[in-house]
């Protein structure tokens, strides 16, 4: 947690500096009520707006994504199909999706400091730990992932540029004389 509490810190500034807007800031599973139609389901709405606060619209993003990759053994594989979807629908800047793999972070660290406040204070709600443990194992592949390869794959799957200086990369690369294979042989 260290780690991440040292990346927070340091991406504070340019959180503060993104769009600003509502969010519901715990939108998961337990907080969204779905229709009975087993064919095809609806979202009928969400509820739970206790949590909700003005923040950086990529923490929607993020706290939304934040439950997805729990159990999968990928978790960027497991969120890239929802972050293309939720950018289809609100429509992400490249600069938001550099801070995505942080708002992630940050979730699951707040998520975990609530689990641990909650049980000593009611230690008999079974509730408040309900993502404990898959948030704990998550927040350990979650540090194993590069920052940089989540920002990329994260760019790709919306369908920009991967790397923000490809595009300067490409142009230099195609001025060279000399061909790269020339360097391995």
Known sequence: MKRFHQLIKAALPGLCRLRQRVVHNDLNDNNILVSHDLRNPAVITAIDFGDAIKTALVHDLGIAAMYLPVGQQDPIAALLPFVKGYHSSVALQAEELDYLYISVAIRLVISLTKAAINQQNEPENTYHQI???????????????????????????????????????????????????????
Not at 146 to 161: H, I, K
Not at 166 to 182: G, V
């Open 131 to 185: 993502s404990t443990k898959g948030a704990w194992d998550l927040l350990q592949k979650w540090a194993k992932i590069n920052p940089d390869f989540a920002r990329y794959s994260f760019r790709q799957a919306c369908g920009f540029s991967p790397g923000p200086q490809q595009q300067l990369f490409e142009t230099w690369a195609q001025r060279q004389t000399f061909k790269i294979s020339n360097l391995f042989f």
